[in-house]
C-alpha cells in the first residue's frame, strides 16, 4: 500500500469541464510534486510545491493549476483540457533540508485522466 | 538540460537468469534514484545513490553508481517474475526538495 494517497484513481472528462486531482500524504513530508505521464513515457515534472509554497512550475499550461491548501494535500485543478492532457498522472512527496538529503521521494499510483 | 538514456529499452529474459540495466546520462551525475514501476501504476522506490563508487544492495538486486562515466547500472540477480516492469532511473540535484529527470526507461518480462 501506497503512502501517498490519489484520487480518484481514473477520471473522464470533456473538453469543456472543470475537475479536480487529489493527492494527501501524512508522513509529514514538506514537498509535494506533480508529475504528468504519458503512455510509454518517462514521468515529467510539472509543479513542485515546498512549504506550501510553489517553488517549481515547468512552464505548464494554465488550464491546469496547482494549489497546496496545507502539509499534507496537494490539488490538481484542471479546465478546459485538450485530448493530449490525456496521461496518467503522478503526486509525489518528499522531505525538505539538508538533513533529508538521502531520502527518496513516495510517489502515488496516479490518476489515469481521459479527455473526450 | 539533462538527459538519461537507459539501456535496453526493453529486456525479455528466462526466471533464473542475471540481468543489468544501464542508464547513462549527459551530465555529471549527483544523486540517482532507481524506481520500479508496474503498468499504469505508482513508481515504487527501490534504491538512491549519492556518492561516486557507491553501491547498494536490496535482495536480489544491486545498484550502481559511477560518477565517472556518468552512469549507473542496476543488476538484479536470479530473476523471477515478481521483478517484472518498468525500471526507471532518475537523476537528482538536492536544493531542499529534489527536482527529478527521469530516464527512458526499461521494459522487463520474466519468463516461467
Known amino acids: 500500500d501506497t503512502e501517498v494517497t490519489q484520487t480518484p484513481k481514473h477520471l473522464v472528462m470533456g473538453m469543456t469541464n472543470k475537475k479536480s486531482l487529489k493527492c494527501e500524504q501524512h508522513?509529514?513530508?514538506?514537498?509535494m510534486y506533480w508529475y504528468k505521464q504519458k503512455a510509454k513515457k518517462p514521468p515529467e515534472l510539472m509543479f513542485v510545491?515546498?512549504?506550501?509554497?510553489?517553488?517549481i512550475n515547468e512552464s505548464v499550461p494554465s488550464r491546469f493549476s496547482p494549489e497546496c491548501p496545507n502539509s499534507s494535500l496537494l490539488n490538481l485543478h484542471l479546465h478546459a483540457l485538450q485530448p493530449e492532457d490525456s496521461a496518467l498522472y503522478l503526486c509525489?512527496?518528499?522531505?525538505?533540508?539538508?538533513?533529508?538529503?538521502?531520502?527518496?521521494?513516495?510517489f502515488g499510483d496516479g490518476t489515469r485522466l481521459s479527455i473526450l | 538540460s539533462q538527459e538519461l538514456e537507459q539501456s535496453p529499452q526493453s529486456l525479455i529474459v528466462q526466471e533464473g537468469k542475471n540481468l543489468t540495466i544501464n542508464c547513462t546520462s549527459s551530465?555529471?551525475?549527483?544523486?540517482l534514484y532507481w524506481y520500479k514501476q508496474k503498468y499504469g501504476e505508482g513508481l515504487i522506490f527501490l534504491m538512491m545513490?549519492?556518492?561516486?563508487?557507491e553501491e547498494k544492495s536490496h535482495e536480489k538486486i544491486t545498484a550502481k553508481l559511477d560518477e565517472k562515466k556518468q552512469q549507473s547500472s542496476l543488476h538484479i540477480t536470479a530473476s523471477q517474475p515478481s521483478h517484472a516492469g518498468i525500471y526507471l532511473c532518475?537523476?537528482?540535484?538536492?536544493?531542499?526538495?529534489?527536482?527529478?529527470?527521469f530516464g527512458t526507461g526499461t521494459k522487463l518480462q520474466v519468463i516461467p
Open positions: 509525489a512527496s518528499s522531505q525538505v533540508g539538508q538533513r533529508y538529503s538521502n531520502q527518496p521521494q513516495h
Open positions: 508522513m509529514g513530508h514538506r514537498a
Open positions: 510545491y515546498s512549504y506550501e509554497k510553489l517553488s
Open positions: 551530465k555529471t551525475l549527483y544523486g
Open positions: 545513490l549519492q556518492k561516486g563508487g
Open positions: 532518475g537523476a537528482f540535484r538536492y536544493g531542499g526538495y529534489q527536482k527529478v529527470t
